[in-house]
């Protein structure tokens, strides 16, 4: 066994991984703090490791590209934008070892299926979203995935009005709709004592007057 994962190919390296149990990996966290970025981390040391790798984002997700998840830093790794979570399924390729999955939130519950499915198969699924959307409340379907997950990384934001830790993303715009595209126009992290369930000033706007 160990003289065939030495020397052999590609194809015989996945077909072998697929014959041991998948699982699912959760990132969740804040807008600005560092959810995608870990998650890029992660597929690009599967890459090195010679693992055959997809990854998926929302189609409604634009902001930074159309083909390519991208963190606030910068990071990026090119992905396939997709409308549904049944759609991934449908997409992803028989010898592919991990499937990435960023902006979690923006799908339907059918994404918990999926990873499930996945995960079956021998995947290894690794996920990214907002645990909480604007007003504070559970963010699904986050919290699904959250409990079907074997491993859970909880990612924190640097409030920029006291600079704690931050686990909220504070909207910044007028706009009551819970799904709303934006970064750091749109949202702001905030620690739970400065974060309000609701719309809100800029901290800059607010600091000046």
């Known amino acids: ?118 995960a079956g198969r021998g995947v290894r699924v690794i996920i990214a979203g907002l645990d909480q959307d604007y007003t504070g409340r559970p963010f699904e379907p986050m919290p699904q995935l959250l409990a079907i997950a074997e491993y859970i990384t909880k990612t924190h934001a640097i409030c920029v009005r006291c600079g704690q830790p931050a686990n909220y993303s504070q909207r910044i715009i007028p706009v009551e709709d819970r799904v709303v595209v934006g970064a750091s126009d749109t949202y702001e992290a905030r620690c739970r004592r400065c974060f309000v369930p609701h719309a809100d000033l800029p901290t800059t706007v607010r600091d000046e007057g």
């Not at 890459?47 to 902001?63: G, L, Y």
């Open 1 to 118: 066994m160990e003289e065939m994962i030495a020397h052999g190919s590609d194809e015989h390296l996945s077909a072998l991984r697929r014959t041991m149990p998948g699982w699912i990996e959760v990132i969740a966290g804040s807008m600005f703090s560092g959810k995608s970025e870990e998650l890029i981390r992660r597929l690009r040391r599967a890459r090195i490791a010679r693992q055959k790798v997809q990854v998926f984002k929302p189609e409604i997700d634009e902001r930074f590209s159309k083909d390519h998840i991208v963190s606030h830093s910068e990071m990026r790794h090119e992905s396939l934008a997709v409308k549904t979570a049944a759609e991934i399924l449908s997409r992803v390729a028989p010898e592919t070892d991990v499937v990435g999955i960023d902006e979690a939130q923006f799908f339907d519950n059918d994404l918990v299926a999926v990873a499930n499915e996945l």
